[in-house]
């Protein structure tokens, strides 16, 4: 599946279909994919797991791309009030409750692109946020990330 979907992105980035095209595809394709099995443990199974997520982790960022939005919005309203009351920077500390590397480092990089949070340490399961105020910060612990990184978790350890 790798191998076809490396061909398919080299005709489609190529523009045009010839027989010397064709077959430079199939030797490129088979020959990054023999490396990727090789030297970056690519397999039948990892593959499996990726398209049976896709779908879980396309929700994910369109999550995330909603938040960040809403963020920028927050962001800009807290500069531009005309007191700055609002503005009151906390460090807060809490427990992630995710068992995978990658999870909590999708979480802690979630966190950190999302205007007005930054994750500034991540120790075991315990993230350090810096946030803006009271409303990031609540946000950044209890926000949705959280629940769907555990949804993708489950299928992970599967």
Known sequence: MFTIGLFALWLILNGRITLELVLIGIVLSLL???????????????????????????????????????????????????????????????????ETDICKTMLANSITITPGTITVGMYDSTLCVHALNENFAAGAKDGPFLPRLEKIEKELIK
């Open 32 to 98: 990054l994919s023999t490396f990727a099995v090789r030297f970056c443990g690519w397999s039948v199974r990892y593959e499996t797991l990726v398209l049976r997520l896709s779908g879980k982790l396309l929700a994910y960022f369109a999550l995330l791309l909603k938040e960040i939005i809403k963020a920028n919005l927050d962001v800009i309203r807290v500069i531009l009030s005309p007191s700055l009351k609002e503005l009151k920077p906390r460090l807060v500390f809490f427990d992630c409750k995710l």
